[in-house]
């Protein structure tokens, strides 16, 4: 016989987790049917001549087939599948590695510098601000012909998804006047907020590039694409050096009505206008040079007035630390996030160490980034000082470092666009 109490006991025992484990699974089922309602905002996937590369899932994984080789140096699948997606993936990623110049700089193993090495500078990463070329012999001047953009513009009311294709580009100028010809891709934007950074894959050799890649733009609601910009910027691909800007196209979305279907559009490829980038903010940074222990100081001060980058009117800025000698990155540090705030104060120092020969050939990047949880994070701005300053504060401000070792000199600089 059982006593009543124990009795009362294990019953209470078995009502408590009865009634754990009914909310424990209704709160389960309930948020799997959120997500399976629930659209990512501004996501999107990228269709190639119809085949689609970003899965419908909006995961950011990749399957990607790898090739290896046996002994006999034949090619081999490593699993079966869509090779035509795979070879899209990787020219959507870039393209290979690109060698050194001749006499370029020496090679990395042989420096004298006692940081981690880091990765070797993609091509559409340049230590210029734009991320490409500003000026050189081959570059378009303002009596050349840039051609012509076409691309159409639809809108999906079921998925609220914005679907850009980047069809053909006709009568690109020369840019590599060995080869007589061009690499062209397409970087596109979709302003004001920035928000959407997307690209094509290289073509080589062409001076009619047809892309025929589709981007699909989720969480737009289309009462907001009357107030939406599409900005195309038109590059070719340089090997050896910073990618060439051929021109640009800028074409509101008030102008166009995609509600009755797809909407075919060729627009003018214009020289790019470096006036129209609005501002990032500024950055406040503090460097000083110990020539006894050929060490360099970096402080992350602070910033302020930046651009207003979710939601809420704020941003989560971080700043990360990149350390150039010549071309190579061979250092890179962040600071930590400073949550919701558009005048974050940072006072981080990172030390390197860096010989007095050396620093006419060093450059410090600052990247102003800021961080979000579910999406990818997005560059707010720019600083370079160094051997590849962008600017004549900056500069002025590194050769102000370099003339009074062992003085911290601490600057505001503005930011320029990634």
């Known amino acids: 016989d059982v006593s009543p109490v124990v009795a009362g006991l294990i019953g209470a025992t078995v009502l408590v987790v009865s009634v754990s484990v009914t909310v ?14 629930k659209t990512p905002p501004y996501k999107f996937i990228h269709m190639l001549k119809g085949i689609s590369i970003y899965p419908e899932t909006l995961s950011n994984k990749k399957k990607i087939n790898r090739i290896r080789r046996d002994k006999n140096g034949t090619a081999k699948e490593a699993a079966r599948g869509n090779l035509l997606v795979d070879a899209a993936e990787s020219g959507l990623m870039g393209s290979d590695k690109a060698p050194e110049a001749p006499g370029t700089a020496p090679r990395l193993d042989q420096l004298p510098i006692k940081v981690d090495y880091g990765d070797e500078l993609s091509p559409d990463q340049s230590l210029t601000p734009g991320g490409s070329k500003t000026s050189s012999p081959s570059s ?45 891709y397409i970087k596109m934007t979709i302003l004001p907020d920035k928000r959407h950074r997307v690209k094509t894959r290289v073509l080589r050799k062409t001076l009619e590039p047809v892309f025929d890649e589709t981007f699909t733009f989720y969480g737009i609601p289309y009462s907001q694409l009357q107030d939406l910009v599409l900005h195309f910027l038109v590059l070719s691909f340089d090997r050896f050096s910073r990618d060439d800007v051929i021109g640009e196209v800028m074409v509101p979305l008030a102008g166009v009505d995609p509600s ?37 100081t970096v402080v992350v001060l602070k910033a302020r007035h930046l651009p207003k980058m979710d939601i809420t009117g ?23 996030v400073k949550k919701c705030t558009l005048n974050p ?74």
């Open 24 to 37: 424990f699974v209704w709160t389960c089922c309930h948020q799997q049917a959120e997500k399976k309602h």
């Open 140 to 184: 378009p001047g303002d009596d050349v012909m840039l051609g012509d953009l076409t691309f159409s513009v639809d809108y999906n009311f079921p998925k609220k998804a914005l679907v850009v294709t980047i069809q053909e580009a006709h009568g690109l100028p020369v840019m590599d006047e060995h080869t007589q010809s061009s690499d062209p």
């Open 260 to 296: 009755t279907g797809k909407v075919q559009l060729t627009r003018e490829i214009l020289k790019r206008n470096i006036q129209k980038c609005i501002s990032r903010g500024e950055l406040q940074v503090s460097l000083s040079y110990q020539p006894v222990a050929q060490r360099m």
């Open 314 to 336: 704020l941003s989560d800025p971080y700043v990360k630390v990149n350390v150039y000698y010549g071309r190579k990155r061979i250092a890179k540090k962040k600071t930590h």
């Open 345 to 418: 104060v940072f006072n981080e120092s990172f030390i390197y160490d860096i010989p007095a020969e050396l620093l006419p050939d060093i450059s410090i990047e600052f990247l102003v980034i800021d961080f979000d949880r579910t999406t990818k994070n997005e560059v707010v701005g720019r600083l370079i000082l160094g051997a590849h300053s962008g600017s004549a504060a900056g500069a002025e401000h590194w050769r102000e470092v370099c003339d009074s070792p062992r003085k911290a000199v601490a600057k505001w600089h503005s930011l320029s666009e990634y």
